[in-house]
């Protein structure tokens, strides 16, 4: 078997949603409203809150009415400060009016079509607190469907969830993995208040 692919890689999760810079129609806000963006190459954006993003995160920019180019699926070229990212596309206009502009998770599926697994591990999560974690798809980075959650709830020790889910391409054939402009995402649906989740999510092929 190859090289399991990072999908997220001990990432911490302590709000609701999916991790990047949304804005109004990237679904719930984790990182802040994209406020300002750079027409340059690379182009940079600027969030209202730590967008907790780190370099090869792919993300789905949508919503930007100006300067179309950063619009789609991209990776994370450079990550200036908390709130500062980098993609390397180049920018084709002003930047302008950035209402309605979002960019959040959302990692490129589409080209695995043989036999996959998906797994997420649990690594730790403050105890006596609850947390709800789905595995979403979509083929346009805009309307996610969610294909499978879990509530965890009570004290998690380090290590103490190894492959807390596991999911299979001949169990949920519903996931969009090989279909074209599929991407994936994982997502808290619901987080205690105060709690801190550290979850890695990968992808074996």
Same mark, same amino acid.
């Given at each position: 078997?190859?090289?399991?692919?990072?999908?997220?890689? @001990?990432?911490?999760?302590?709000?609701?949603?999916?991790?990047?810079?949304? %804005?109004?129609?990237?679904?719930?806000?984790?990182?802040?409203?994209?406020?300002?963006?750079?027409?340059?190459?690379? @182009?940079?954006?600027?969030?209202?809150?730590?967008? %907790?993003?780190?370099?090869?995160?792919?993300?789905?920019?949508?919503?930007?009415?100006?300067?179309?180019?950063?619009?789609?699926?991209?990776?994370?070229?450079?990550?200036?400060?908390?709130?500062?990212?980098?993609?390397?596309?180049?920018?084709?206009?002003?930047?302008?009016?950035?209402?309605?502009?979002?960019? @959040?998770?959302?990692?490129?599926?589409?080209?695995?079509?043989?036999?996959?697994?998906?797994?997420?591990?649990?690594? $730790?999560?403050?105890?006596?607190?609850?947390?709800?974690?789905?595995?979403?798809? $979509?083929?346009?980075?805009?309307?996610?469907?969610?294909?499978?959650?879990?509530?965890?709830?009570?004290?998690?020790?380090? %290590?103490?969830?190894?492959?807390?889910?596991?999911?299979?391409?001949?169990?949920?054939?519903?996931?969009?993995? %090989?279909?074209?402009?599929?991407?994936?995402?994982?997502?808290?649906?619901?987080?205690?208040?105060?709690?801190?989740?550290?979850?890695?999510?990968?992808?074996?092929?």
């Amino acid at each position: 078997m190859a090289a399991p692919v990072m999908i997220e890689s @001990s990432r911490t999760h302590t709000a609701v949603g999916a991790f990047g810079a949304s %804005g109004t129609t990237g679904g719930t806000a984790v990182g802040g409203a994209i406020t300002t963006l750079t027409n340059a190459t690379p @182009s940079v954006f600027t969030t209202t809150t730590a967008h %907790g993003l780190i370099v090869g995160d792919f993300i789905q920019v949508q919503g930007v009415t100006t300067d179309t180019a950063v619009n789609g699926n991209v990776a994370v070229s450079a990550v200036g400060s908390t709130t500062t990212f980098s993609i390397a596309t180049a920018g084709n206009g002003t930047a302008g009016n950035l209402a309605g502009s979002s960019a @959040s998770q959302a990692f490129p599926v589409s080209t695995y079509t043989n036999d996959w697994t998906l797994r997420v591990r649990l690594e $730790s999560l403050t105890a006596a607190k609850n947390i709800e974690i789905a595995i979403e798809d $979509s083929v346009d980075g805009a309307t996610w469907i969610t294909r499978y959650a879990r509530n965890i709830k009570g004290e998690q020790k380090t %290590g103490a969830m190894l492959d807390l889910i596991t999911l299979r391409k001949y169990d949920y054939p519903m996931l969009r993995l %090989g279909t074209g402009s599929a991407v994936l995402r994982l997502n808290v649906l619901a987080i205690d208040g105060s709690a801190t989740a550290v979850v890695s999510f990968w992808l074996e092929v």
